[in-house]
């Protein structure tokens, strides 16, 4: 039986638009470091503080409990992409397991909210103090944070080539940042430097009940840190061998950067009391001025900057994608999934999602916004958890990596709980979820009028 050439684009299925397929051109190592700089980001940079005010000096609890929750879901994913290896990514697994079109157009639309909140959370927080540290206040946030979208826009239009270079380039200069924090808190170790009385401190407001609904809050607002794995599914039509690649890359990419968030979670802890890491918002700046070790201020703020470029980057990219896979999923118009022929880029996706994201960058605040983000996702990670369990039952006539039964199993649970009102968020982010929600309805609705007013089924 010949072999299919890993580096061609994909066949398509009878019925599918005649667009130009995506080009394949991220190999292992490009994966790796995409899931790692999708991964790595605003949410380490920019929310650790926030995470702090809700647990105190035990600031590394949550980062490693939601290392453990990501690990499940992750194994999910890996399982699921290297069975069906295209664009879609949590709709396309949803549609294939329960086979009810609303379901997976919200599932999709939340996806989407949740990359594009993502984004809008890393363009408040590109024009927020790490950019001060700069300027000191001389440009006009909003118009930093819009500008900034659309030069994502451009870099995402030219190409994926171009796009997954750039975020290599953002990626390891984001490692080095988290790097220089770790490398401040072994020196602070060495010199006796810091509180480490501190790390063993819990201050969620009460004790029992309140001690844990404190804790699993914490956990849900520091999941933020942790999304982003799940975007590089999307990305399956545009990498060589999937069913090969996607195992090692999801997996090392979520063991990287959990190892690395625990650590920067203990060295933030360890050097800055937690009243002051909850005022900033660029606590790692704040690590940086406290560690007792010369490292120019402006310099670490410019790598700041480039880790909340990469998780902007890569979260529109995603949402693009999305709307790509949608597209031919018959879930979304077809216009969705036009491709710029030249450049072979969803075009259409990516004006849309760019468009969404404007208006969303005038709305909320970081925190506000970065929970959204995991509040949306570990909804959408309960439905996929469960999706793997009800697709045992189809077979594909490829090999592929498959979790053992009981890791789905605790990943729905884990995920259920975190969303739930067990956990202590602010009454704001359901709104915020729920209006969303509602507007993906609506275009449901609309969706489904023009399909029947064209004669589709």
């Known amino acids: 039986m010949p072999t299919a050439n890993p580096h061609e684009p994909a066949p398509r299925d009878a019925g599918e638009p005649s667009e130009p397929a995506l080009k394949r051109a991220i190999g292992p190592k490009l994966l790796i470091l995409f899931v790692i700089g999708d991964i790595l980001g605003t949410g380490i940079y920019a929310t650790t503080g926030k995470v ?99 030069a994502l826009a451009a870099l995402n239009l030219r190409g994926v080539s171009e796009s997954v270079k750039a975020n290599v380039v953002f990626t390891l200069v984001e490692l080095t940042g988290l790097l220089i924090i770790l490398g401040i808190g072994a020196a602070a170790v060495l010199s006796g430097t810091g509180e480490p009385s ?61 190892t690395v968030y625990v650590l920067v979670a203990l060295v933030s802890s360890l050097l800055v009391p937690t009243a002051t890491l909850e005022e900033s918002s660029g606590p790692l700046l704040e690590v940086v001025k406290a560690g007792g070790v010369h490292f120019p201020q402006q310099l670490f703020a410019v790598i700041a900057l480039f880790a909340v470029s990469n998780s902007a980057l890569i979260n529109m990219m995603m949402a693009s994608r999305l709307c790509y896979g949608m597209a031919n999923e018959r879930i979304l118009p077809r216009a969705m999934g036009r491709v710029l022929p030249g450049r072979r880029t969803p075009v259409v996706g990516i004006v849309f999602v760019t468009l969404l994201a404007l208006g969303l960058v005038s709305t909320g605040e970081i925190a506000g916004l970065g929970d959204t983000t995991s509040f949306l996702l570990l909804c959408v990670f309960a439905v996929v958890n469960v ?69 589709e089924s």
């Open 387 to 455: 999706a793997v369990l009800v697709l045992r039952r189809d077979r594909v006539g490829h090999r592929h990596f498959r979790v053992p039964t009981p890791l789905p199993v605790l990943g729905a649970l884990t995920a259920l709980v975190l969303a739930s009102p067990l956990a202590d968020r602010a009454t704001g982010v359901y709104v915020r979820a729920g209006i969303l929600v509602l507007l993906g309805i609506a275009l449901w609705a609309v969706n489904a009028l023009v399909r029947k007013a064209g004669g």
């Open 52 to 150: 702090a005010g809700k647990v105190g000096g035990a600031l590394w609890l949550p980062f490693a409990i939601g290392f453990a929750v990501a690990l499940l879901t992750a194994a999910s994913y890996v399982e699921l992409v290297g069975k069906y290896p295209k664009a879609a990514g949590a709709a396309l697994y949803t549609q294939r397991a329960f086979k009810v079109p609303f379901l997976t157009f919200i599932v999709a639309f939340m996806v989407m909210c949740s990359g594009l909140s993502s984004a809008s959370a890393a363009a408040l927080a590109f024009s927020g103090d790490y950019l001060d540290e700069l300027t000191s206040g001389a440009v006009p946030p909003t118009l930093v944070a819009v500008l900034f979208v659309l």
């Open 198 to 258: 501190r790390l063993g401190d819990l201050e969620t407001g009460g004790t029992g009940y309140a001690l844990f609904s404190g804790v699993l809050g914490a956990t849900a607002l520091g999941f933020f840190a942790f999304v982003g794995f799940e975007d590089s599914v999307n990305m399956a039509e545009e990498t060589v061998d999937p069913q090969r690649t996607f195992p090692r890359g999801i997996f090392i990419g979520v063991a990287v950067t959990g």
